[in-house]
């Protein structure tokens, strides 16, 4: 199985920072690749897919990058309603893996 | 709208099994494969396996394999999940999730099903 692993684990961060989260693939998995937000309670959202693409509805504060084995998430400007925690997830021949997360916190 | 509505909690014994639904509406329901996704208590998100409502064909992740089974009914646009053999560390709440074609990532989620195992 691909394994995702996250960085870092827990991010601390100030309204209108630039953010960035790393998720290393164990193998190559080209751009299948999607990035969810979580808040506690709540259902994952789909914020990013094929990598870079950005699902209707996310602000465009928010942008994904990389192909192969190494991707990052981008939140340009932190915003209050950002302090949550976000999975990157895996797609490779019918098998699909997240990552352990990472949780952004208020600095 | 476009939503997926699950079924209430659940609290089973060890060794039980637990039969999750998931009930799709306003979007064609054989046209999206749906997985199911685990996260137990203060966890991350554990995927489960799919299920394509259209031919019933299935893909179970290997942990999951042989106590998993997932179903469906086209004609109430339901998919099943249930798990069998439940042990205390499956206490989780269970996602079912639409995954949109040539996308690969899941755009619409159901709110969630807890399930406790204790005896």
């Known amino acids: 199985d691909i394994q995702m692993t996250q960085s870092p684990s827990t991010l601390s961060a100030s309204v209108g920072d630039r953010v960035t989260i790393t998720c290393r693939a164990s193998?190559?998995?080209?751009?299948?690749l999607a990035w969810y937000q979580q808040k506690p309670g709540r259902a994952p959202k789909l914020l990013i897919y094929?990598?870079?693409s950005l699902e209707s509805g996310v602000p465009p504060r928010f942008s994904g990058s990389g192909s192969g084995t190494e991707f990052t998430l981008t939140i340009s400007s932190l915003q209050p309603d950002d302090f949550a925690t976000y999975y990157c997830q895996q797609y490779n021949t019918y098998s699909w893996t997240f990552g352990q997360g990472t949780k952004v916190e208020i600095k | 709208q476009v939503q997926l509505v699950q079924s209430g909690a659940e609290v089973k014994k060890p060794g039980a099994s637990v039969k999750v639904s998931c009930k799709a509406s306003g979007f064609t329901f054989n046209g999206y494969h749906v997985h199911w996704v685990r996260q137990a208590p203060g966890q991350g998100l554990e995927w489960m396996g799919w299920i394509n409502p259209n031919s019933g064909a299935t893909n179970y992740a290997q942990k999951f394999q042989g106590r998993v089974t997932m179903t469906r009914d086209t004609s109430i646009s339901t998919v099943y999940m249930e798990l069998s053999r439940l042990r205390s560390d499956d206490t989780a709440v269970f996602y079912c999730?639409?995954?949109?074609?040539?996308?690969?990532?899941?755009?619409?989620w159901g709110q969630g099903t807890t399930v406790t195992v204790s005896s």
């Open positions: 193998q190559n998995i080209n751009s299948w």
């Open positions: 999730a639409r995954d949109r074609p040539y996308v690969y990532g899941m755009d619409v």
């Open positions: 094929k990598a870079s």
